[in-house]
């Protein structure tokens, strides 16, 4: 029997969930972050704006409980409360971005396998750079690869890049695309290409 993969809730449905009823909203948002690769590279933007959004409303509400009545504060409070969240976690959704796509770098275009060598790139401990690795291994950012604790090594599979013979004649000319939201370069056939790494298209 086989199992379709559901697909993730869409992020206009968690936005207007998050700017109506935050609390909901921040469960659908920690569900897609757990599920999505391309959540934490590409979204700390677009959940820092709901943040400021919230923000904005908690203003209003603040004013309305001065001008006609301090039942307003119980919701001032609560948009508030969820807007200084959210901003705390697209801060933490860009630093955590920014720290894969690094790693992506070294170990994809620079085939950097040593964990040493990454963690001094890196300027992290070994330890530290090993616990990032294997989640990013956990999270899918690196399909196939593990972790050699013995060697201090990631062993990660690489796409091949040689085209069969008896297909290249019909096979459209393979390229290299460097992905906009991890920096990985993958090997394209084709006009389109999802990134090997972290699932957003390539063209």
Known sequence: ?????????????IIFFLVVFWPLGL???????SSDRCAVLKNARMVSTVSYVLLGISVIYIILAFTSGFGYLTPAVLTGGGGFLLNGISRRMKVTGERYKKYIVLVVNHSQTSIDAIASAMGVPRNVAMADLQEMIKRGYFKGAYIDKANREIHIARPSTQPQQETQAI???KRIVNCQSCGADNIVVGRFGECEYCGSLLQ
């Open 1 to 13: 029997m086989e199992h379709t993969k559901s697909q993730p809730m869409a992020w206009g449905v």
């Open 27 to 33: 469960f659908f948002l920690f569900r897609r972050l």
């Open 171 to 173: 096979m459209p000319e």
